[in-house]
């Protein structure tokens, strides 16, 4: 698995030891819930650092947060794109929600076994939430419209960083004018083809979404 992980310092070469600690500690782990619980697709294990953190890291191609800045990771599943997102960006506070318990339980021992000090995790509904952070980040939770139904009372409207207050959501497929076409703010698709060589990214989107005024 060693020469697997090289694929994330390659794109993010600046890393420090704790972070690459932190990194490398991750797939055993997920390797061994995997084996009581399906956390990610077992065809995906050997390509966990392409497929799952790197493609969790799109996000930090486009969002450079600032410390202090707060980030609620909506339907993580396993924890992506939190749990690596919460690796890169140490000083960021990071929440993990999911409606499905146990995927919960395996991202708070993920995270308490990695050692990461800012992410909170909660088994709820995002609608029943009533905080406030930043950002919202997802990978293929829900399409736009119903997402931002669910979430847009969660979304400080006052930005601190350079990026606006917003969504940042990873996305797959071809159809996505069509799924934001009726959205009433600004969005703007990356394509993580741009970002990243491999194959699995040909398809990949990231898709920024600005809070409404």
Not at 42 to 50: A, G
Not at 91 to 102: I, R, S
Request: net charge negative; charged share 25%.
């Amino acid at each position: 698995m060693t020469d697997l992980f090289q694929i994330v310092p390659h794109y993010f070469p600046d890393l420090s030891e704790e972070q690459i600690r932190q990194f490398r500690a991750m797939y055993p782990i997920y390797e061994d819930w995997n084996g009581k619980i399906n956390v990610i697709s077992r065809k995906d294990t050997e390509n966990f650092y392409e497929r799952h953190v790197l493609h969790s890291l799109a996000i930090a191609r486009v969002a450079n947060w600032l410390p202090g800045t707060s980030v609620i990771d909506v339907g993580t599943g396993g924890g992506f794109p939190g749990i690596p997102l919460a690796v890169m960006f140490p000083e960021v506070q990071f929440k993990l929600v999911d409606a499905t318990g146990k995927k919960i339980k395996v991202v708070e021992d993920v995270a308490q076994q990695i050692g990461l000090k800012n992410v909170t995790c909660q088994h709820i509904r995002v609608e029943d939430l009533r905080e406030k952070f930043d950002f919202v980040v997802s990978r293929a939770v829900a399409e736009a419209p119903t997402l931002y139904r669910w979430t847009q009372h969660l979304v400080r409207k006052k930005s601190a960083n350079e990026l606006a207050n917003g969504y940042l959501l990873l996305k797959g497929g071809d159809n996505l004018f069509e799924e934001f076409g009726d959205f009433p703010h600004y969005f703007q698709i990356h394509e993580l083809k741009d970002f990243f060589a491999e194959e699995f990214f040909a398809t990949k989107k990231l898709v920024y979404m600005k809070m409404g005024q």
